[in-house]
């Protein structure tokens, strides 16, 4: 196998455990009555505490029409405290509620309960080299976007 195959056959691997994953993590969050979607919403909002939708479509990834219905929906169950921003009229400032914090912290304490559950089935060094693979392969795909953005804008 030539090095060129080799790192092909490798990368539609790696590309295939990605989506492998999210579809799991789709299937635990209906189990739990919630989408992927919603479920990423309250990971950003559980780790920010306080932001705006942009913010929230920056670290999920989604579009504004999909967190704007998160949180329309959400809102509707009282787990969200949306207030208008004093610096940005257009923007609402968006918080969990105490019941949303309650909401928030059962959701993602069951989840990281079995992300972790999963993670103990690996031994300790390979925990810390799965990391820092990603880690390594996070800044070398980075370098490669930022060298092909250079390239492209000439």
């Not at 913010?55 to 989604?62: K, N």
């Not at 029409?65 to 949180?71: A, D, F, N, T």
């Not at 169950?77 to 208008?84: F, V």
């Not at 019941?99 to 925990?127: C, F, H, P, Q, T």
Request: aromatic share 8%; net charge neutral; hydrophobic share 40%.
């Amino acid at each position: 196998m030539t090095d060129d195959q080799f790192y092909n056959d490798y990368n539609d691997a790696i590309v295939s455990m990605f989506y492998k994953t999210n579809a799991l993590l789709a299937l635990w969050a209906r189990k739990h009555r919630i989408s992927l979607n919603a479920l990423m919403f309250y990971e950003v909002l559980n780790s920010r505490k306080v932001c705006n939708s942009q913010q929230i479509c920056e670290e999920t990834l989604l579009p504004k029409q999909s967190i704007s219905s998160i949180i329309k929906e959400q809102d509707k169950l009282g787990y969200l405290c949306i207030a208008s921003n004093p610096q940005d009229k257009r923007s609402k400032i968006i918080s969990l509620s105490e019941a949303g914090l309650n909401y928030s912290k059962n959701l993602l304490s069951g989840l990281k309960d079995i992300e972790v559950k999963a993670l103990k089935k690996l031994n300790r060094e390979d925990v810390i080299q799965l990391l820092q693979s990603e880690e390594i392969f996070y800044m070398a795909l980075q370098a490669e976007i930022q060298t092909e953005n250079t390239t492209h804008a000439r």
